[in-house]
């Protein structure tokens, strides 16, 4: 018998739980379950809901002799005299199963202890009981299983690892992960805190694939990948730091604006009925490409030829297009810049974004005090329609930078003093006229100058990676988008053909069109606070 595998050595990234009902016609179980170990698997639990006893410890077995050649613990699921005939590296439970402390004491010493988690509560319960990992789901919808409990979403993932901090239990997620959201649950699930995920469980990606070497394979250059660059940069998706300067940050947002027009990249934009044809012309005057479609059979189309993809909630009648473009945007690394507005006015709103942002990474998120209050339901402002009341945030610095910790993205705080956080650095932005609060839409024109400079930003990486959902300084693309519409409004204001809201609009177009990065530059009042 080969020797068990210890708790402290085993790698939880690609956790594999078997499932023979999944396997296409034809295939072999035996033959899958070893080209996945080929192909990177590095845990195997063992589940059979419905064999006899005879059956799952012969199933057992042979699978344990192939973990065993590869030096891949392996678990069972659930039955502990299985475990203990064929001396399984331990056994994972789930929460109507034996008790952790009676499965410890039934098993051999160090054997190891998975406990199903889908509440904090679970977790505090398994920490306690002295679980050696948790398995935390179901993240997405899932096929494999009937869900007795409701889906956590990748964001309540993160929410939940912060009870295991300074513990020394490790973590997995799983229910519906595949190679297609893998890096999303990845990324997403990393908690304020910073504690972040041991590893992901999957089931029919590579139980239901004619090529599960392959299939394994991708999803562990994907978890390699990105654990290598969490390792190193801790932050949402900045090349900026608190040591860089204003004049630094305004040199960086004068060359994206340099790239928007030599570039002109397309923005694909989903927007509020409203502003369309405002947000549309925008674009063309910044010197980008705008197209304005929501019908869901063209997102994977546009997701390949656009340069970056904004979602503005003003107006919620294509809710399955804005799910589907983020989704493909999401597959090929473009940024998407999600602008909830009015997400405070009701609790189909608050559900929708809810939805929208487990369903994608965004890479920016811009709002007012009432919206980002209601994304992080906050109690400190309130939302009245699409305005905020009330006086703010009390430390606004401090509130933007935890909201991007939380949503893993960069936060855009929109008012009279504008804030930018990727949830290390915090930009302090002062440009800005009181018109522009007295035109329709001033608000959703940054989020479409921030799409385009966004998709600037991207564009200038030379080298994808499967590192992260988006490659590109991000930072400096909120920052430019937010910097163009409000220093283009002072020098709209000031202009002499200008005297109120009805001909500050086409002269705010004017100047996002004459806007150059040496106006940019001087104009710019930008101040890193921390």
């Known amino acids: 018998m080969a020797e068990r595998i210890t708790v402290g050595s085993i790698d939880y990234s690609l956790y594999l739980v078997t499932g023979r009902d999944l396997l296409p016609v034809g295939k072999d179980y035996l033959e899958t379950l070893e080209q996945s170990l080929q192909g990177g698997v590095t845990v195997v639990q063992i589940r059979e809901k419905n064999a006899d006893t005879a059956e799952f410890l012969k199933i057992a077995l042979e699978s344990q002799t192939i973990c065993r050649r590869y030096k891949v613990p392996i678990l069972i699921n659930d039955r502990i005299d299985i475990a203990l005939a064929i001396h399984a590296d331990g056994v994972h439970l789930g929460q109507t199963d034996m008790p952790v402390s009676m499965a410890r004491s039934l098993l051999p010493k160090g054997s190891i202890i998975g406990v199903s988690c889908n509440t904090k509560e679970h977790i505090q319960t398994a920490v306690e009981d002295g679980a050696d990992y948790v398995g935390i789901g179901a993240v997405w919808g899932t096929l494999t299983k ?181 989704h493909h945007a999401n597959l090929h690394r473009k940024p998407i810049i999600f602008d909830p507005v009015g997400v405070g006015a009701t609790t189909f709103r608050r559900t929708v974004a809810n939805e929208l942002l487990n369903a994608w990474q965004a890479s920016v998120i811009k709002g007012n005090a009432g919206e980002l209050g209601a994304l992080a339901n906050s109690e400190e402002v309130k939302a009245r329609g699409v305005d905020s009341v009330g006086k703010g945030f009390a430390d606004p610095a401090s509130f933007v930078k935890q909201l991007a910790l939380k949503e893993r993205c960069v936060i855009i705080l929109t008012g009279i003093t504008d804030y930018v956080s990727d949830g290390s650095t915090v930009i302090k932005l002062d440009n800005g006229h009181e018109l522009l609060a007295h035109i329709t839409g001033s608000g959703c024109m940054v989020g479409t100058c921030v799409a385009v400079f966004c998709a600037a930003a991207a564009s200038t990486v030379e080298v994808r990676t499967d590192k992260k959902l988006v490659d590109g300084d991000m930072l400096s693309g909120a920052i430019g988008g937010v910097l163009a519409v409000t220093v283009a409004s002072e020098l709209a204001a000031a202009r002499p053909d200008v005297f109120g809201p009805g001909t500050f609009l086409p002269a705010l177009i004017d100047e996002l069109y004459n806007l150059t990065p040496d106006k940019v530059i001087e104009q710019a009042k930008v101040e890193v606070i921390e």
């Open 146 to 326: 009937a869900l007795t409990s409701p889906i956590i979403g990748v964001r309540g993932v993160g929410e939940m690892l912060k009870s295991l901090d300074g513990t020394g239990v490790r973590a997995v997620a799983i229910g519906g992960i595949k190679s297609t959201n893998a890096l999303r649950t990845l990324h997403g699930t990393i908690s304020t805190t910073g504690h972040a995920l041991d590893g992901i469980a999957v089931v029919s990606d590579i139980m239901n694939s004619a090529d599960p070497l392959a299939s394994a394979r991708s999803l562990s250059s994907t978890i390699r990948a990105f654990k290598s660059y969490s390792a190193q940069v801790p932050s949402a998706s900045s090349v900026l730091s608190p040591e860089h300067t204003a004049e630094s940050i305004k040199t960086s947002v004068s060359s994206l604006l340099g790239i928007i027009k030599s570039l002109k990249p397309l923005v694909h934009q989903i927007t509020n009925t409203v502003v369309t044809n405002q947000s549309a012309n925008a674009t063309l005057a910044l010197g980008a490409s705008p197209i304005m479609a929501t019908a869901s059979a063209e997102m994977e189309d546009l997701s390949r030829v656009s340069g970056a993809l904004l979602v503005n909630m003003g107006t919620v009648t294509d809710k399955e297009g804005m799910l589907l473009a983020g």
